[in-house]
């Protein structure tokens, strides 16, 4: 079936220092993949996404990063600060009968530590 | 602009009782709207998507009777957990998009709690 899972569960990094958080997917026919924010208690928040036929895309502190080959997706975040500290999800966009639909993945907690 | 609120933020409900979440775009017409549920540490599952004035599409596995979705405008739209029970306890949130377009604009949740 269809499905889009992380590696990590959780990762834990020094305030100042970049982060990578990884999520691997088994559909091919996403038309874009998107990475989420989710800070405890909210809802989530688009940070960046990417369309499918890229490999590479960079926005302000953070750069996702899509390897079709091995159905693999990253998210960079560049010098972490501490309000990054949050629940990261990817997500997989696909357009079906009359609408996109997102299929999230499970998610990694990111703690910043000062 | 787009934005998205829920109503309640929270709310705490009596086992068998029925509870109503609304969700609403502010700042624009939305197409589509959908409804997802989050178990604590657990990802977005998507329950049903709804167009404005019509039918909602149901998820494999989510009960339309026991989760009754109303579209009724294109700035709102409500679910209603029916006899609520406490494995119902969840929290809500719902999304929006506009144009039929890629981008879903969420609103902050709505975290119930039945006992």
């Known amino acids: 079936g269809e499905s889009v899972g992380l590696h990590l569960p959780t990762l834990s990094v020094q305030e100042g220092d970049n982060s990578i958080i990884n999520c691997a997917y088994s559909n091919s026919a996403s038309d874009y993949f998107i990475w989420y924010k989710q800070e405890s208690g909210k809802g989530p928040q688009f940070i960046i996404d990417i369309r499918s036929n890229m490999d590479k895309r960079q926005g302000q502190r953070v750069t996702v990063l899509l390897n079709k080959t091995v159905k693999h997706l990253s998210l960079q975040i560049a010098a972490t600060q501490p309000g990054d500290s949050a629940v990261y999800f990817c997500a997989e966009n696909k357009y079906g009968g009359s609408n996109y639909k997102l299929t999230f993945g499970k998610g990694t907690l990111l703690t910043v530590n000062p | ?101 890629r981008e879903q604009y969420f609103g902050p949740g709505t975290r119930l709690t039945v006992t």
């Open chain 2, 1 to 101: 602009g787009a934005v998205v609120s829920q109503h309640p933020s929270w709310v705490i409900c009596k086992s068998g009782t029925s509870v109503k979440i609304e969700c609403r775009s502010l700042d624009f017409q939305a197409t589509t709207m959908f409804w997802y549920r989050q178990f604590p540490k657990q990802s977005l599952m998507l329950m049903a998507t709804s167009n404005e004035g019509s039918k909602a599409t149901y998820e494999q596995g989510v009960e339309k009777d026991k989760f009754l979705i109303n579209h009724a405008s294109l700035t709102l739209s409500t679910l209603t957990v029916t006899s609520a029970h406490p494995e119902d306890s969840s929290f809500y949130i719902c999304s929006a998009n506009r144009d039929r377009g």
